[in-house]
């Protein structure tokens, strides 16, 4: 079946720009998670949705950062006043698990957004 | 606080040289240890979970293995093929987020 899949693939916007960053998700899977990876580093946790909440977003680095999963599948990531620091490749991982521990919970990452801030 | 570490950060072989990667763990409680393979420009592919002190899983030339404090991913004969970055990661309850260690960039050189 189908993969998670991210678009755009790459994205150039200036300094105070708003971008927004899309995830489908593998269907029928309830968690779906935000990461960001800067070069030469491993995934950092942004936010993490359990069906249409959100469930952990103690990773955004501050307020300028949002995500919203309206309907539970397609998830949105928005950046408003977009700064040269954001730039990095920003990864959505979905995982098919419900909230109950499983040995089945394994996230199934994006090929991601490359994000360059000019 | 979590915490994940990969060694060595870059590793050169020739083709059929083994060897092994180390990630080591500080975590309040493990659910699961991660083993990902990413290719550059692509992102993490899935290639084993580790829930055990003791367990050992393998898939073609790889083999993971678990211990109380680390996690080891032996490369048996590898091919070039096999060159990429390899990261770690750790979940430390059933479905919160993964924290990643920074991962081992493998060249296999033919």
């Known amino acids: 079946g189908a993969g998670v899949s991210q678009t755009p693939s790459n994205k150039v916007t200036e300094k105070g720009k708003y971008v927004e960053l899309r995830c489908d998700p593998i269907s029928g899977h309830t968690a779906l998670y935000w990461y960001r990876q800067s070069l030469g580093q491993g995934p950092e946790f942004l936010i993490y949705?359990?069906?249409?909440?959100?469930?952990?977003d103690s990773g955004l680095p501050n307020d300028r950062f949002f995500a919203v999963r309206p309907e539970g599948s397609v998830s949105t990531l928005k950046i408003q006043r977009t700064e040269r620091g954001d730039s990095a490749v920003y990864l959505c991982a979905s995982s098919p698990t419900s909230g109950r521990a499983s040995p089945n919970n394994e996230q199934f990452f994006g090929p991601g957004t490359r994000l360059t801030v000019l | 606080e979590d915490q994940v570490t990969q060694s060595p950060e870059a590793l050169r072989l020739q083709e059929g040289e083994s060897s092994s990667l180390n990630c080591s763990y500080t975590v309040s409680g493990l659910r699961g240890l991660f083993w990902y393979r990413q290719d550059p420009g692509k992102g993490p592919e899935f290639l084993f979970t580790l829930y055990s002190a003791g367990e050992e899983k393998e898939k073609e030339r790889l083999k993971a293995t678990l211990t109380k404090k680390e996690s080891f991913l032996h490369i048996t004969a590898p091919k070039p093929e096999d060159s990429a970055t390899y990261l770690c990661?750790?979940?430390?309850?059933?479905?919160?987020?993964?924290?990643f260690g920074k991962g081992t960039r493998l060249s296999v050189i033919a």
């Open positions: 990661a750790v979940q430390v309850t059933g479905n919160t987020p993964l924290v």
């Open positions: 949705f359990q069906g249409t909440g959100a469930a952990d």
